[in-house]
């Protein structure tokens, strides 16, 4: 599956410091160490601050940040799409783009450009920052490490709560979520 392993960490990685550079340069093209050039965005893209988070699949680039989401065939030309919320996380999923941010909201996409919007916990205003999908459940951190699972994405399950949480993932039928000090190891549909 695409923008899962060690591969997607180093993509990250790069992301991240090519991305964190967006506050101190103009856009162009820099000889870097090796053979790479680097190329740092401000104007082109009004990332409008922070940019939190940032996933490959379905053949885009997707980055989050204050209540937008940039998307890019290429990495080099950005469309900005509106957010309703400043968003936190982005994953790439067997079931396509998962993005999660504050005021509970979860939005969701197929291919990275057309996204829906859904609201997680209807009582609560869940602060969200971490996504995952397996099994068919989709899984979100909230606010005090607190674990929310769905099928549906309307029907919320609180499943654990973590306040040490560190961050979740999902692989081979299991979610695993890790804390300071241990792993919580969920395992959907087993009694």
């Known amino acids: 599956m695409e923008g899962?392993?060690?591969?997607?960490?180093?993509?990250?990685a790069a992301l991240v410091l090519l991305f964190a550079a967006l506050i101190?340069?103009?856009?162009?093209?820099?000889?870097?160490?090796?053979?790479?050039?680097?190329?740092?965005?401000v104007d082109e893209i009004d990332a409008g601050g922070w940019l939190h988070d940032m996933?490959?699949?379905?053949?885009?680039?997707?980055?989050?940040?204050?209540?937008?989401?940039l998307v890019s065939k290429d990495g080099v030309h950005w469309k900005k799409i509106h957010a309703p919320a400043r968003m936190n996380a982005v994953e790439y999923t067997e079931?396509?783009?998962?993005?999660?941010?504050?005021?509970?909201?979860?939005?969701?996409?197929?291919?990275?450009?057309?996204?829906?919007?859904?609201?997680?916990g209807r009582d609560l205003e869940w602060d969200l920052f971490g996504v995952a999908y397996g099994?068919?459940?989709?899984?979100?951190a909230a606010n005090e490490g607190v674990i929310l699972a769905s099928r549906n994405l309307r029907d919320w399950v609180r499943l654990l709560e973590d306040p040490y949480m560190t961050?979740?993932?999902?692989?081979?039928g299991r979610l695993v979520v890790g804390s300071l000090?241990?792993?919580?190891?969920?395992?959907?549909?087993?009694?």
């Open 55 to 69: 996933a490959y699949g379905a053949g885009v680039f997707v980055v989050v940040g204050p209540f937008r989401i």
């Open 181 to 191: 000090w241990k792993l919580h190891v969920v395992e959907p549909g087993r009694r």
């Open 95 to 120: 079931v396509g783009f998962l993005a999660v941010g504050n005021a509970g909201t979860l939005m969701a996409s197929k291919d990275g450009w057309d996204w829906k919007r859904y609201k997680v």
């Open 135 to 140: 099994g068919g459940w989709y899984f979100v």
């Open 4 to 12: 899962r392993g060690a591969g997607r960490k180093v993509g990250r």
């Open 167 to 172: 961050g979740m993932v999902y692989g081979n």
């Open 24 to 41: 101190t340069g103009a856009a162009s093209w820099t000889e870097g160490p090796g053979p790479f050039r680097v190329r740092t965005f």
